[in-house]
């Protein structure tokens, strides 16, 4: 994808790109160099008051960038500078990961609920029509819920800067709020192309170390009599469902370390000890 923007001495420049400086930052990142994405919704009612918030003392919050609904791009930190935006998170070993991550917010009014009238509304009391409504289940839910849709335009220039952000800085990660705090947050949550997002952007990065068992065999059966499906790659992971049992089939999507990603009816993190080829 041609980008008409660039970084220069870490900040965007280009693509209608402002800068709004927030007070809420820390130090800079060891080595100036952040190696991890974190995608966020703002759960707010407009780009503005989003951006307006983020840059206010009393917020304690901020992200290095907010996208807006029309793909407007506003950068509140620069990228060699701790933002906060994560909270109290956790990620393959690693906690307080504002300090390894750039955070970017998407103007998304988050989770919506359907009324008796059949209408649905953030938690601000907005309505919103069917078409910005998402149906989906979330990874760390087990029943399917309303979420604002993004928009296409805001969605492909997130793809875009992530893009821009991976080649800059070597980014090798990237990762969902919700997976990071999977207890405290849904955001981005289901109407975020995660999945479509980490492989378009860092598929090259993660061909080069690919597997080749992996890649051609991902077909796997349940060989525990009982297995937990996680919302994280790791035994301190909540459960998000039923165990699954033994001889179940599943699909792996996603490895990390001996933890896989999984597959059936929704998607949740297993123990890879405990997955054999099917048919095997
Ligand atoms: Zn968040």
């Known amino acids: 994808m041609a980008s ?14 402002k800068y709004q400086a927030s007070p809420n930052h820390g130090g800079k990142f060891n080595q100036s160099r952040a190696d ?44 060699d500078t701790i933002a906060w935006h994560a909270g109290r998170s956790q990620w393959k070993g690693r906690s307080g990961l504002n300090r390894f991550s750039i955070g970017i917010e998407l103007d998304n009014a988050g989770e919506l609920t359907k009324n008796e009238a059949g209408e649905f509304s953030s938690w601000f009391n907005r309505v919103y029509s069917a ?14 819920s309303f979420w604002h849709a993004y928009s296409q ?30 207890s405290r947050k849904t955001d981005p949550g289901p109407a975020f192309p995660l999945e ?26 349940v060989i525990a009599s009982k297995l937990n499906v996680r919302s994280g790659p790791g035994a301190e992971f909540a459960a998000i469902s039923k165990p699954l049992l033994l001889g179940s089939h599943v699909k792996v999507i996603e490895r990390q370390g001996e933890w896989s990603r999984i597959e059936f009816t929704q998607t949740g993190w297993v123990s890879g000890r405990f997955l054999r080829d099917k048919g095997s």
Request: glycine share 8%.
């Open 4 to 17: 008409e923007m660039t970084i220069t001495e870490h900040k965007l420049s280009g693509g209608n790109a």
């Open 36 to 79: 991890t994405i974190v995608i966020h919704f703002t759960a707010g009612s407009s780009f503005d008051s989003s951006v307006n918030h983020l840059c206010s003392e009393k917020a304690k919050a901020s992200a290095h960038l907010v996208i807006g609904r029309g793909g407007e791009v506003t950068q509140l930190v620069p990228f």
């Open 131 to 144: 078409s910005e409504v998402h149906k989906g289940v979330h990874r760390n839910q087990s029943k399917s």
């Open 153 to 182: 335009t805001q969605i492909e220039k997130t793809f875009e800067i992530c893009e821009l952000l991976c080649e800059v800085y070597g980014i090798t990660e990237i990762l969902g709020h919700e997976e990071i705090a999977p």
């Open 196 to 221: 479509k997002l980490r492989q378009s952007v860092t598929t090259d990065r993660a061909e080069d170390g690919a597997d080749d068992e992996f890649q051609m065999q991902r077909e796997k059966t």
